[in-house]
């Protein structure tokens, strides 16, 4: 599974929209980009995930590259409650084990 | 309802003994994994079962044995526990068969060892 790079941290205004990047250069045809978020020490949540074109859903906007070396998870009115550290993963799916790096960790101020 | 859940939240133990994390879904997952997530905050994945089967087992120590009754529940016991063992363990389960599933955690056991 390729590996990601991702900004250790980063701040955003509530209200704000937060923009949190991920590379992931080496992302092979076949891998998803999958993005997940803990919330202090509680279990990962899934947030969004995409192969090539973009994505959105209650949570959050997945904009994918068109070369697919990197994506920007993107949080669109963030809120207190989505202070929390932001994973980026690249995977193949079905019995692939989700290989996890340190992540972003967002701080949404007031 | 509670998607995956393990138990117990936390536990603290003396060096030398031996205990068990469970953890069940109600989400009709085939595959189930047990993940460590240390004081640096990585997490790294331990075991995946698929159906009762194992089909990932990382470089982890023999103490730490996964055992899978039925698809719905994966049990972490772990013998003669070390301080190195403090950590937080995670559950997930995920459903096989199509590329792009997501996983699904538990809420963590926080695991102290003195």
């Known amino acids: 599974d390729a590996k990601t790079t991702q900004p250790p941290s980063m701040d955003c205004a509530e209200g704000r929209a937060a923009n949190l990047p991920c590379n992931h250069s080496?992302?092979?045809?076949?891998?998803?980009v999958y993005w997940y978020r803990q919330i202090h020490s509680q279990g990962p949540q899934y947030i969004i995930h995409g192969l090539k074109n973009n994505e959105t859903n209650e949570m959050a906007s997945l904009i994918i590259t068109e070369d697919r070396k990197s994506s920007t998870l993107i949080l669109p009115h963030a809120t207190l409650r989505d202070t929390a550290v932001y994973y980026c993963i690249v995977n193949a799916g079905n019995n692939r084990k989700l290989i996890w790096g340190l992540g972003t960790s967002l701080a949404v101020n007031p | 309802d509670t998607a995956v859940s393990q138990t117990p939240k936390y536990l603290v133990t003396q060096m030398g003994n031996d205990k068990s994390i469970k953890c069940e879904q109600n989400l009709g997952h085939d595959t189930m994994y047990w993940y460590k997530q240390d004081s640096k905050k990585f997490l790294k994945i331990m075991f995946s079962?698929?159906?009762?089967?194992?089909?990932i087992n990382e470089t982890v120590p023999n103490r730490f044995s996964p055992k899978s009754p039925d698809k719905a529940h994966l049990n972490l016991h772990i013998n003669s526990l070390e301080l190195g063992d403090s950590a937080v363990y995670f559950c997930a389960s995920r459903p096989v068969g199509r590329m792009n599933t997501e996983a699904f955690f538990g809420q963590g056991t926080r695991l102290t060892v003195v």
């Open positions: 079962y698929n159906n009762k089967e194992l089909i």
């Open positions: 080496t992302i092979s045809g076949n891998e998803y």
